[in-house]
């Protein structure tokens, strides 16, 4: 049948269903926003931002290739116990289980990527007040710097196609999802050092980043209020409208952070269910999606 070619259940559950609408919306309406805000950086970026132009490009670029890859992965992810295992419901299905593999590990990445260049964002814009903009060639370099860890994740996580000794175990859920789908794969335990340590890399950084990016940013908007009277009229409406980019870009990260706590509440057995295994991964979709509607919304050139 035509389920069976696409490797997905027949029937379909709901939950599946609905994780694959919600995605199909959310991803492809990230991908046209982060495509129009691009070209708009591109054509449209005044002079005076140019070394700031770099770090959002390289933001715009990590949000396209996270949100392309949940797309085609479109992950569920299931802790439970010692295991981690992954289904997925994405258009990666038609070309293979190592592929769906793939895109879910780009996706981990640019995500976790993206967190850091929003934190580095608010980290320019302190540095810029009251000094002049680093070259372009040390924005790049920073970036590439901050992608170090990122890369480390892309070459450790290892795909685990072998789950038979945790079905064996009885974990009944597990069985039928077994049975179910054609492309299931996962850890058979987190407790192997190279698995657990890309979960620590993935779920550990987001609070620290947080209590940065709110610490750097009252900073930045106490040297707004005390360099205003030395300011030009034009440069300090540029600082309050980047800055008020940053202010709500700072909200983001809540979409990883429920995504991290949907995965421990998972992972520790304390409350599970498809929606919740489901939400793990569809939460932190929304980050790239709105991401670029708050950049076009509040900087005028772009809105222009």
Do not use: W
Not at 27 to 33: K, R, T, Y
Not at 219 to 230: D, R, Y
Not at 280 to 295: G, H, K, N
């Amino acid at each position: 049948s035509f389920l069976s070619m696409a490797h997905l259940p027949s029937p379909l559950p709901l939950h599946d269903l609905s994780t694959i609408i919600s995605h199909s919306i959310v991803d492809s309406c990230a991908i046209v926003f982060n495509a129009l805000l691009l070209a708009a950086v591109l054509l449209r970026s005044p002079k005076t931002l140019k070394s700031y132009t770099v770090l959002l490009v390289n933001s715009i670029i990590m949000d396209l290739v996270s949100t392309t890859s949940m797309l085609l992965a479109m992950t569920r992810a299931i802790p439970a116990r010692h295991v981690l295992a992954y289904v997925y419901d994405g258009p990666c299905v038609y070309i293979s289980g190592y592929f769906c593999h793939c895109m879910h590990t780009l996706s981990m990445a640019t995500i976790s990527q993206s967190l850091f260049l929003i934190a580095s964002s608010f980290g320019y814009r302190l540095y810029v007040l009251g000094r002049p903009a680093p070259s372009s060639n040390t924005i790049i370099f920073i970036c590439m710097l901050i992608s170090v860890p990122n890369i480390v994740i892309l070459r450790l996580i290892r795909p685990e196609y072998k789950l038979d000794d945790y079905v064996l175990e009885g974990e009944s859920a597990c069985i039928s999802l077994y049975i179910i789908y054609h492309i299931f794969e996962g850890h058979v335990s987190i407790f192997n050092f190279f698995t657990m340590f890309t979960i620590l890399a993935m779920t550990q950084p987001i609070g620290p980043t947080l209590v940065a990016i709110f610490i750097v940013r009252r900073k930045v908007l106490a040297k707004i209020v005390a360099h205003t009277a030395q300011m030009s009229d034009r440069t300090a409406k540029m600082h309050s409208s980047l800055t008020r980019v940053l202010t709500l870009q700072s909200l983001l990260p809540i979409f990883f952070s429920g995504a991290v706590v949907s995965y421990g509440v998972c992972q520790f057995d304390l409350m599970c269910s498809p929606v919740q295994e489901h939400f793990i991964m569809e939460s932190v979709s929304f980050m790239p999606m709105v991401a670029p509607l708050i950049t076009l919304y509040c900087v005028k050139p772009y809105k222009e």
